[in-house]
Nanobody, 119 residues
Framework: QVQLVESGGGSVEAGGSLRLSCAASGRSGYAMGWFRQAPGKERERVAS????????YYADFVKGRFTISRDNAQNTLYLQMNSLKPEDTAVYYC??????????????WGQGTQVTVSS
């Protein structure tokens, strides 16, 4: 079992930056990821990372703008979001999986943090 708590969401103007954090507690050794869900839309995977942090995956719509990273000593996952666009507005969720990070099948989820980007 692992518990996940996100922080760092907020409101920002287009072109701005935010950094999301996800504090993990419980068992370790999981691949992790960030997902988002906008009102009326399906949840989508934004980025994911393997246990060591050496391998990352990004959705095309964030490549070059977002960076996923992790600090296993601090049990924390990060998502650095730059050049934000209004279409990035969504609730962002941290998730963990015992499986492969390049998948949609994650086992544990945080409660989510709201990101709002104004034009």
């Amino acid at each position: 079992q692992v518990q996940l708590v996100e922080s760092g969401g907020g409101s920002v103007e287009a072109g701005g930056s935010l950094r999301l954090s996800c504090a993990a507690s419980g068992r370790s050794g999981y691949a992790m990821g960030w997902f988002r869900q906008a009102p009326g839309k399906e949840r989508e995977r934004v980025a994911s990372i393997n246990w060591s942090g050496a391998v990352t995956y990004y959705a095309d719509f964030v490549k070059g703008r977002f960076t996923i990273s992790r600090d296993n000593a601090q049990n924390t996952l990060y998502l650095q979001m730059n050049s934000l666009k209004p279409e990035d507005t969504a609730v962002y969720y941290c998730a963990a999986t015992t499986g492969h990070p390049d998948s949609e099948d994650f086992d544990y989820w945080g409660q989510g943090t709201q990101v709002t980007v104004s034009s």
